[in-house]
């Protein structure tokens, strides 16, 4: 995982000086803040004792009155303190993972290191294409369209300047009017404007997972076709299968209507549409089901 996580920052970093709609002086802050994301993999290197909490198995109630309790109490007692910057936003045992903007890290808990995210001895295709594309995803939160307010310290800081600025938030409404197309129930379109931080990630993180694959072929030499499917082909594939989901028509309903995430139907293929890397390696072309118009084809990250 670190060594993946190595790569897939290089790509990252290789990417941001090619980026034509940034100034040089912006490019220089943005390679500065993600050279200081900070890498939290697996669990905690000092587990939190939880002393004074009190569970047992007679009241599911009371252990969530308990907790939180517990959890305010940990909250008031850090006010005027230094941070603690070893301290984790979620269990080992979850499976997810984030970027916290205040810290300028990413972490990833043990939960999310197996299947079909994660696997030592699975093909490198398949792990770039999905836990890959999940680390790239959560490093592009710290340039989405909240995480970009921070700088390099975490501190609510603007490091843009105008014009590079300007160029992104155009770069935004194509993103959202790709999304706003996309209908769901027949006739449920999706909020692109609320799901725009979600969908940067995701274009952003599948594209630079991709060219952080391509750095691993460079140094552990090109990978074999496997079941008829190159390496590049599996790479995408991986992505897909990782947005599997069974959900009821209201589940689906109350996401488009109240979260951040498109529907993971839509997250498996719309950023790939996108991607140029995806066109290729399955020689589509223009009018093909899964291309955008290349005039609607777009890059940021």
Known sequence: MVAMIDDIKSAFRIRIPKLDWMSRETKIKAIEKLDNINI?????????????????????????????NYSASKQVDAVGKPANKNEWGMTPQEVNAYYNAL???????????QPPFFE??????????S???????????????????????????????????????????????????YTIL???HLNGTLSVGENIADLGGLN??????????????KQ?????????????????????????????????????TSPDMIRGFAPLSN???????????????MVLPKNKRFTIW
């Not at 939290?40 to 252990?63: A, C, F, H, M, T």
């Not at 630079?208 to 030499?221: C, L, N, R, T, V």
């Not at 890397?277 to 399955?282: D, H, P, Q, V």
Request: proline share 2%; hydrophobic share 35%.
């Open 103 to 113: 810290q300028n890290e990413i972490v990833f808990p043990a939960g999310i290191l």
């Open 131 to 181: 836990i890959g594309s999940v680390i790239a995803h959560e490093l592009t939160h710290a340039f989405d369209d909240q995480g970009s307010q921070y700088n390099a310290d975490g501190n609510l800081n603007n490091w843009w300047e105008e014009i590079g600025l300007q160029r992104f938030k155009e770069k935004q409404k194509l993103i959202i009017a790709q999304y706003n197309a």
């Open 275 to 289: 991607s140029q890397g995806f066109i290729e390696a399955f020689n589509l072309k223009e009018g093909d089901k």
């Open 208 to 221: 630079i997972a991709y060219e952080a694959f391509q750095i691993y072929q460079q140094k552990h030499g």
């Open 40 to 68: 939290k993999v697996g669990y905690p290197d000092k587990w939190e004792s939880l002393s004074g909490l009190r569970i047992s198995s007679q009241n599911y109630l009371q252990n969530i009155i308990n907790y939180s």
């Open 224 to 260: 074999s076709t496997i079941g008829g499917f190159t390496p590049e082909q599996r790479f995408f594939i991986a992505w897909t299968q990782i947005w599997r989901e069974n959900k009821t028509p209201e589940a689906l309903q109350l996401q488009v209507n109240s979260k951040t």
């Open 120 to 129: 030592e001895n699975f093909d490198a295709a398949v792990n770039y294409g």
């Open 186 to 188: 027949d006739t449920l």
